[in-house]
């Protein structure tokens, strides 16, 4: 990427905070998502480090210890795909616990290696920040404004696709095989990769939809503890994420499984077999494909101001009325209705008005995003352009 290119991410300010008060940050994601240029553009000072390197593992391997004691002599360290040398965290506990003034910055594309290692080695010196491709807000309307919407989900956020002059079919396909099989392969050895990676395909056919384990099982032909593994990989790897139900109380949850989305709306079109945008315009996953863009920038978001995806849930109940998205902050319930028209319709806000029936004064506001360029920015049935998130 030209530095003329650079993209600002939205996390770095909290990155920069947090590192004041932390020795160490844990930095994961999925692979290209931007996590080393991130790194060291925020902080130029610090040396850096990559462990997909075997000569440079085969450093630490001689010496943890003394490897990051030398690296972050200037001040701070930046060590990429770090989970790839476990006993890089026990020797990064010792160092900030002799040496409090020195910084370290962890990042890796496998959130559970990682994060074993920190909650091992380095609870309570670690703070955690996950960074996502770009959203729509760190793309700015610069580059976005002239994008249709269909464009919009068929490119996803990865910067290769918006810094490259690649394919973007291509990018994703090279995506899929040089790296999710490869990271997932690390995590676990898979016997059946013809299933897994059939696997991966339905569950890009139920992106905003319950995920039901015993239907993949019957499908795949495999049993529900290995559908349930392999999700858990995929979550791993950056490649799908869980949006659990909303709890009516704490005694009562409504819906009792969770939807099922995909980290960026270009990989999962890609493994839809959507080749273009004109081809995603007619596609039958569009509508859905289109509220997994939505949930994502409000993941994104959270994910940039230092937040987990535990605010973020859905609502389903008995008689199957549904409000696609809520988020709960500082108390208050925030209710959205996602829906890919360009025209707004009464309907839209019917479950909207049942939601606050139920929840009362709990409701700060509610929502309907969509397609349309006519906002009515109101706490009560607003309109939003997805846009403007």
């Not at 807000?137 to 002239?146: K, P």
């Not at 940039?304 to 696609?324: I, M, P």
Request: charged share 25%; proline share 4%.
């Amino acid at each position: 990427m030209k530095k003329d290119d650079f993209i600002e991410r939205a996390i770095a300010p909290k990155i920069t905070e947090l590192l004041r008060g932390f020795p160490v940050i844990t930095l994961t994601g999925p692979r290209q998502s931007g996590k080393t240029t991130l790194c060291r553009r925020a902080f130029p000072q610090f040396a850096y480090f990559n462990l997909e390197d075997e000569a440079t593992r085969g450093i630490v391997g001689r010496g943890a210890r003394e490897f990051l004691e030398n690296a972050s002599a200037g001040g701070g360290a930046i060590i990429d795909e770090a989970q790839r040398v476990p006993e890089i965290f026990s020797a990064a506990q010792l160092l900030v616990d002799e040496k409090p003034s020195r910084r370290l910055i962890l990042s890796g594309s496998s959130n559970f290696l990682l994060m074993k290692n920190v909650t091992q080695s380095l609870a309570g010196r670690a703070a955690v920040m996950k960074l996502l491709p770009f959203s729509l807000a760190e793309l700015g309307a610069a580059r976005t404004g002239t994008a249709s919407t269909d464009e919009l989900i068929f490119r996803g956020g990865y910067p290769r696709v918006w810094t490259g002059t690649a394919d973007v079919f291509d990018v994703f396909s090279g995506y899929t095989e040089t790296y999710v099989e490869r990271d997932v392969r690390r995590l676990e050895e898979i016997r059946n990769l013809s299933a897994f990676r059939n696997f991966i395909r339905l569950c890009a056919g139920s992106v905003g939809c319950e995920f039901n384990a015993t239907s993949f099982a019957d499908a795949l032909g495999v049993s529900v503890p290995t559908i349930q593994n392999w999700l858990s990989l995929l979550e791993a790897s950056y490649v799908v994420f869980r949006l659990e139900p909303l709890f009516a109380n704490v005694r009562k949850r409504l819906a009792k499984r969770p939807k099922l989305y995909f980290c960026d709306t270009g990989l999962a079109c890609r493994e839809l077999e959507i080749e273009t945008p004109t081809q995603l315009a007619t596609h039958p996953a569009r509508g859905r494909l289109f509220e997994n863009l939505v949930v994502l920038e409000f993941l994104k978001r959270r994910f940039a101001a230092g937040k987990d995806a535990a605010g973020l849930s859905f609502y389903r109940d008995g008689a199957q009325r549904e409000v696609d998205l809520t988020e709960r902050r500082e108390g208050k319930l925030y209710a959205y209705e996602i829906k890919a028209s360009s025209v707004v319709r009464d309907d839209f806000f019917r479950t909207l008005d049942y939601f606050r029936k139920v929840f009362g004064e709990e409701v700060a506001s509610t929502q309907v995003i969509c397609d349309s360029r006519a906002e009515l920015p109101v706490a009560e049935n607003g309109v939003v352009n997805f846009r403007n998130l």
